[in-house]
């Protein structure tokens, strides 16, 4: 579940002044203030001036500003035969489209981002190109808007990730790092972090470019997520470790290892809509729920409530389960995992049991749940999307149309729209509606 584009400090939170450090110890001591006024979202940036960025050079790509070639198209799979439900069919890329983000002011706009290195803004009402992205010289597997959707990133395999903005269409910044792994957007002001394959997370103020890095272990930093205050981010490792930053400091305020972590690399981390609790999913199929401001582990998902799991002598080549997305639902205290072996597990937070276990017929890729009510919806391998009723376990509908398995979507805030991403070379629009809205 992405965070709420544009939530404000929460009541009570302690500011990031008020953060006191005492070496350069793991363990550090936190001094909370009494409530005060929230500080309004115009301010963060100006506050985020605070940071002790260090100036990093930028590093120029060869061939950056050279125009890219259209990769040899491999063909589709047509094995899958469905009616088309979408209303909008969006046809430039020329390979697999990994990556989708909305707009989040207005969302209207979408960016995608495929294996043909090339990266396109575009309007979802009729699926006009509004802005190609040139210059990338790899798979193009990040993309996501500022904020205030004035900005859009994109971000390649390589690790070369550029800036534009979306009114000129000028690109305004770009910087080159290691093989990336995943890439973000601060919530609420022009700062973009990005975690890559040698354990640094980045932060970077765009477009000035000021820089910052926290140095995590010598792994990949596998998946990271900014927490709503804007003030710290959690980031996975492929060592089954978990930090949470503190984002001014540079220090990381907790660390989850050995038995607190995962016994395998880390897939996906999400918070809830105040920032209070995370959840971690792993590769060893276990999902983790942590107390963001103590670091502590309050409740284990474990994969005997989802399924039988392979013994660890089995043959490395049959298909083992994890955990792909998981996120919070916004109106009840219910959580979703989901799981490459096809389930959807909605577990009650309150009681930490499984309340629906919702069987698909192929691996999950990612789960999203509806802003305002308690439906999830999730997109498989078999190119289908689905909307869950999480109170009743009950599937309230399906929408086809891709010939391929879906890679991404992303969910209008109003939940009218799904937008999808598929290895059929396509993006697809579809209009949700549901009976009981």
Request: aromatic content about 6%; glycine content about 10%; proline content about 6%.
């Amino acid at each position: 579940m992405e965070p709420d584009p544009d939530p404000g400090p929460e009541d009570g939170a302690a500011s990031p002044e008020a953060l006191h450090f005492h070496g350069d110890e793991e363990i550090i001591e936190v001094v909370e203030l009494g409530p005060g006024p929230p500080d309004p979202a115009d301010d963060l940036a100006q506050e985020m001036d605070g940071v002790d960025f260090e100036e990093e050079e930028e590093l120029e790509g060869e061939g950056a500003d050279e125009a890219w070639g259209d990769e040899v198209d491999e063909g589709v799979d047509g094995g899958m035969e469905s009616p088309d439900d979408s209303e909008v069919t969006f046809a430039h890329h020329s390979a697999s489209v990994f990556c989708v983000s909305l707009d989040p002011k207005t969302n209207t706009l979408a960016v995608t981002g495929g294996e043909d290195d090339k990266a396109f803004v575009w309007r979802l009402s009729d699926g006009e190109l509004l802005l190609e992205c040139p210059g990338h010289k790899d798979s193009v597997t990040c993309a996501g808007f500022s904020h205030d959707s004035a900005l859009v990133a994109t971000g390649d395999m390589s690790g070369l990730l550029k800036v534009w903005q979306v009114d000129t269409k000028e690109e305004v910044w770009s910087f080159e790092v290691g093989d990336l792994e995943w890439m973000e957007w601060h919530p609420q002001a022009p700062v973009l972090l990005a975690g890559t394959a040698d354990g640094n997370t980045w932060m970077w103020k765009v477009p000035s470019g000021d820089c910052k890095t926290f140095q995590g272990p010598n792994c990949p930093a596998t998946c990271g997520r900014v927490l709503p205050d804007g003030r710290k981010a959690v980031v996975g490792y492929e060592d089954g470790t978990v930090r949470i930053w503190d984002l001014k400091q540079g220090s990381p305020i907790h660390v989850l290892k050995g038995t607190e972590g995962h016994q395998g690399p880390l897939t996906c981390v999400a918070t809830n809509l105040d920032g209070s609790l995370i959840l971690t999913g792993s590769v060893d199929c276990q999902a983790k729920l942590v107390n963001a401001a103590t670091g502590k582990v309050v409740g284990v998902f474990r994969p005997d409530t989802v399924g039988p799991q392979p013994n660890p002598g089995e043959d490395e080549e049959s298909e083992s389960n994890s955990v792909e997305s998981l996120g919070f639902c916004n109106v009840m205290p219910l959580a979703a995992v989901g799981y490459l072996d096809g389930t959807l597990a909605i577990y009650d937070l309150s009681t930490q049991s499984l309340r629906h276990r919702c069987q698909h017929q192929s691996g999950i890729v990612q789960l999203l749940w509806e802003e305002g009510a308690a439906v999830v919806y999730t997109c498989s391998l078999d190119g289908a999307v689905r909307l869950w009723d999480a109170r009743t376990g009950r599937l309230l509908s399906d929408y086809r149309g891709h010939t391929a398995e879906i890679l991404d979507f992303a969910l209008s805030k109003d939940a009218s729209l799904v937008v999808t991403t598929s290895g059929d070379h396509k993006a697809k629009v579809f209009c949700v509606q549901r009976p009981d809205r």
